[in-house]
C-alpha cells in the first residue's frame, strides 16, 4: 500500500463511451501525475498537476480530459476513446519540492 | 531531452543467484528511483537514490551521479523478485517533478 489509490483497477469501455478513472492520495502531496503504460513501451508522462493547477500537458489528446478538485483528489475524464488508447494508467504523487514519487495500484482500460 | 538506458533487457536467473542491473542517464538529475512493477502493474519504490549507495535487506544500489548511472544489485534472488525493474530520473531544473522512466529490466527468476 503507498498511500495511493486508484479505482476502478480495471475498466472496459465502447468507444462512444464516457467515463472518469479517480486518484486520491493522503499523503500530504502538492503535486499529483498520470502517466500511461502501454504494451511494450517506456511509461510516458500524460499530464501534471502542482499545487491543483497544470503545469503540463504532454501533447496528449483531447478526448483525455484531467481534472484535479483539490490537492488529494486527481481524475482523468475519457470520452471517445481508440482502441490505441488501451492501456495501463498510472497516477502518482509527490511534495513539489520533495523527493519521492509514489504510485497507485494502476487502471487497466481496454477500449472496444 | 534525457536519454535513460537500462541494461540488460531481459535476465533470467535461477533462484540464489545474484544480479546486477544498469541504469545510465544522459543528464545531470537531481533525482533518481528504482521501482519494481509487480505482474499486477503496480510501481513499488524500492530507492531514492540520486546519489551514494542504499541497502534495503537483498537489495542495494548505487548511484554515481557524476558518471550518469546507477546500478541496483539483487542478491539470494527468490521467484518472487520476478517482474520488471524501472529507474526514473528527474532533470536538474527541468519541469516540476516530472519522472523519466527507461523501458526497464524483465527480471525472471527461475525455482
Known amino acids: 500500500e503507498t498511500g495511493v489509490t486508484q479505482t476502478p483497477r480495471h475498466l472496459v469501455m465502447g468507444m462512444t463511451n464516457k467515463k472518469s478513472l479517480k486518484c486520491e492520495q493522503h499523503?500530504?502531496?502538492?503535486?499529483m501525475y498520470w502517466y500511461k503504460q502501454s504494451a511494450k513501451k517506456p511509461l510516458e508522462l500524460m499530464f501534471v498537476?502542482?499545487?491543483?493547477?497544470?503545469?503540463e500537458n504532454n501533447s496528449v489528446p483531447s478526448r483525455f480530459s484531467p481534472e484535479c478538485p483539490n490537492s488529494s483528489h486527481l481524475f482523468l475524464h475519457l470520452h471517445t476513446l481508440q482502441p490505441e488508447d488501451s492501456a495501463l494508467y498510472l497516477c502518482?504523487?509527490?511534495?513539489?519540492?520533495?523527493?519521492?514519487?509514489?504510485f497507485g495500484q494502476g487502471t487497466r482500460l481496454t477500449v472496444v | 531531452g534525457i536519454q535513460v538506458e537500462q541494461s540488460p533487457p531481459d535476465l533470467i536467473l535461477q533462484e540464489g543467484a545474484n544480479s546486477t542491473l544498469r541504469c545510465n542517464f544522459s543528464?545531470?538529475?537531481?533525482?533518481l528511483q528504482w521501482f519494481h512493477q509487480n505482474p499486477w502493474g503496480q510501481l513499488i519504490n524500492l530507492f531514492y537514490?540520486?546519489?551514494g549507495t542504499k541497502q534495503n535487506g537483498r537489495l542495494s544500489a548505487t548511484t554515481v551521479a557524476t558518471e550518469r548511472y546507477s546500478l541496483l544489485y539483487i542478491s539470494s534472488s527468490q521467484t518472487t523478485d520476478s517482474g520488471v525493474y524501472f529507474c526514473?530520473?528527474?532533470?536538474?531544473?527541468?519541469?516540476?517533478?516530472?519522472?523519466?522512466f527507461g523501458k526497464g529490466t524483465k527480471l525472471s527468476v527461475k525455482p
Open positions: 502518482a504523487s509527490r511534495l513539489v519540492t520533495g523527493t519521492e514519487a509514489f
Open positions: 526514473a530520473v528527474e532533470v536538474s531544473g527541468g519541469s516540476q517533478g516530472n519522472l523519466i
Open positions: 499523503l500530504g502531496h502538492n503535486a
Open positions: 543528464d545531470s538529475v537531481n533525482n
Open positions: 498537476y502542482s499545487l491543483e493547477e497544470r503545469v
Open positions: 537514490i540520486p546519489s
